[in-house]
Nanobody, 123 residues
Framework: QVQLVESGGGLVQPGGSLRLSCAVSGRTFTTYHMTWFRQAPGKEREFVATIDWNSGSTFSADSVKGRFTISRDNSKNTVSLQMNALKPEDTAVYYC????????????????WGQGTQVTVSS
């Protein structure tokens, strides 16, 4: 089993920044990806950014490129999402998820999920 716990959400004004963290514990895999998804009210959960735990290579959705940065700290077993230049449309519950193997933008490919953390961008 893998346990994921997100933190760092909150209320921020447009143009502001937030940093989300996801603490990872439990079993680990030979190769796996950690991915951030988000779900806005009335919308489907969508891919935000992913990182290969071993190589550190990353990929982000076009909607957040240049504004959001995903990173990992192997020594602390955490994955972070630095969010800058936030917009009202970034308002959502943000989830981290773990997948054994290559990355995927499909939520059904992920067996392990955190509980989510709310991010609200509003003036």
């Amino acid at each position: 089993q893998v346990q994921l716990v997100e933190s760092g959400g909150g209320l921020v004004q447009p143009g502001g920044s937030l940093r989300l963290s996801c603490a990872v514990s439990g079993r680990t895999f030979t190769t796996y990806h950690m991915t951030w998804f988000r779900q806005a009210p009335g919308k489907e959960r969508e891919f935000v950014a992913t990182i290969d735990w071993n190589s550190g290579s990353t990929f982000s959705a076009d909607s957040v490129k240049g504004r959001f940065t995903i990173s990992r700290d192997n020594s602390k077993n955490t994955v972070s999402l630095q969010m800058n230049a936030l917009k009202p449309e970034d308002t959502a519950v943000y989830y981290c998820a773990a997948r054994d193997g290559g990355w995927s933008p499909a939520t059904y490919e992920y067996a392990y999920w955190g509980q989510g953390t709310q991010v609200t961008v509003s003036s």
